[in-house]
């Protein structure tokens, strides 16, 4: 899977993107219930990214509740990251209809040693944030040593492990 920020599509580089990819709306960055409709009316299949817990700005607007509301309309939206995943009772927290699959983001050490339980919910995508579980581990060794148990884990699993690969810049 190869998704790409809903923001990219304002690019005109980006427009009539006909590669197929799964558009990210990461709801940090939405302001209104009828923003997030206009992004859900691409053609893609969409990946919703909530904010649980998100302390650094732009803190989101729109609660979980109202996101998974309007998701539910949108036969486009597959799947439905939540951030901050890190045991069992995270991931019962965050039931989704049938045709929307729950993606727990790992962030924290925690998650990391809890991803088997995790796993175990009938989980078969995971996002790793990088970025926050090293800030989380504050130790180069230990951060490498629980991406490497991610990366493992997922494989050994069979579980899709969504990591950052590059990043876009415009002088929009």
Same mark, same amino acid.
């Given at each position: 899977?190869?998704?790409?920020?809903?923001?990219?599509?304002?690019?005109? @580089?980006?427009?009539?993107?006909?590669?197929?990819?799964?558009?990210?709306?990461?709801?940090?960055?939405?302001?209104?219930?009828?923003?997030?409709?206009?992004?859900?009316?691409?053609?893609?299949?969409?990946?919703?990214?909530?904010?649980?817990?998100?302390?650094?700005?732009?803190?989101?607007?729109?609660?979980?509740?109202?996101?998974?509301?309007?998701?539910? @309309?949108?036969?486009?939206?597959?799947?439905?990251?939540?951030?901050?995943?890190?045991?069992?009772?995270?991931?019962?927290?965050? +039931?989704?209809?049938?045709?929307?699959?729950?993606?727990?983001?790992?962030?924290?050490?925690?998650?990391? @040693?809890?991803?088997?339980?995790?796993?175990?919910?009938?989980? +078969?995508?995971?996002?790793?944030?990088?970025?926050?579980?090293?800030?989380?581990?504050?130790?180069?060794?230990?951060?490498?040593?629980? +991406?490497?148990?991610? @990366?493992?884990?997922? +494989?050994?699993?069979?579980?899709?492990?969504?990591?950052?690969?590059?990043?876009?810049?415009?002088?929009?």
């Amino acid at each position: 899977m190869i998704l790409i920020s809903n923001h990219l599509l304002t690019l005109p @580089q980006f427009a009539n993107i006909s590669i197929d990819v799964v558009i990210r709306i990461n709801l940090s960055y939405v302001r209104s219930e009828a923003e997030l409709e206009r992004f859900l009316t691409v053609p893609n299949y969409v990946f919703l990214d909530y904010p649980k817990d998100r302390t650094k700005p732009p803190e989101p607007v729109l609660s979980y509740e109202t996101a998974l509301r309007i998701a539910k @309309q949108h036969d486009n939206v597959k799947y439905f990251a939540v951030s901050n995943i890190e045991n069992v009772e995270d991931v019962e927290e965050y +039931k989704m209809p049938e045709r929307i699959k729950l993606v727990p983001k790992i962030e924290t050490i925690e998650g990391v @040693q809890n991803l088997d339980k995790i796993l175990n919910c009938g989980i +078969k995508y995971i996002m790793l944030d990088a970025e926050d579980l090293y800030t989380d581990c504050g130790d180069k060794d230990i951060f490498l040593e629980a +991406k490497t148990a991610v @990366q493992e884990i997922c +494989k050994e699993r069979e579980v899709q492990l969504l990591e950052l690969y590059g990043v876009v810049f415009s002088d929009l």
